[in-house]
């Protein structure tokens, strides 16, 4: 028969394979989850890209017309606008979600990154 000591040996064997099957369980979900948000990251800044260039085009045609009516300086600030929602637009259509991510944590690393806005970290 098994002693005491042995019994306790054995159930101690036994329930760190199960904790190990659990973590690695829990790693493998934890994953998974990762390469999901990755995945809605990309596709999801793909789409808005689009719809953010389509509307700096919008803002590049107001400047258009206001530069027909005459006012420059308003015209000129529409341009300004178009200019960077542009280059949001552009940012966002050739980064992937990996790249986002990152991003976003490093901009959450900041020193002077405002204390309110959540900190990210997908890693």
């Given at each position: 028969m098994d002693s005491p000591a042995g019994t306790d040996s054995g159930t101690r064997e036994k329930a760190q394979e199960v904790a190990g099957q659990a973590q690695e369980k829990v790693q493998e979900a934890a994953g998974e989850a990762k390469n999901?948000?990755?995945?809605?990251?990309?596709q999801r800044s793909t789409d808005a890209a689009k719809r953010v260039q389509a509307t700096a085009g919008d803002i590049r045609s107001v400047g258009d017309e206001l530069r027909k009516q005459g006012k420059d300086q308003p015209a000129k600030l529409a341009d300004q606008v178009a200019e960077r929602?542009?280059?949001?637009?552009?940012?966002?259509?050739?980064?992937?979600?990996?790249?986002?991510?990152?991003?976003?944590e490093d901009f959450g690393r900041l020193p002077n990154a405002d204390p309110r806005l959540p900190r990210l970290s997908v890693s």
């Amino acid at each position: 028969m098994d002693s005491p000591a042995g019994t306790d040996s054995g159930t101690r064997e036994k329930a760190q394979e199960v904790a190990g099957q659990a973590q690695e369980k829990v790693q493998e979900a934890a994953g998974e989850a990762k390469n999901r948000v990755r995945e809605q990251v990309d596709q999801r800044s793909t789409d808005a890209a689009k719809r953010v260039q389509a509307t700096a085009g919008d803002i590049r045609s107001v400047g258009d017309e206001l530069r027909k009516q005459g006012k420059d300086q308003p015209a000129k600030l529409a341009d300004q606008v178009a200019e960077r929602a542009e280059r949001v637009g552009g940012y966002l259509e050739r980064s992937d979600g990996d790249a986002i991510l990152r991003d976003a944590e490093d901009f959450g690393r900041l020193p002077n990154a405002d204390p309110r806005l959540p900190r990210l970290s997908v890693s």
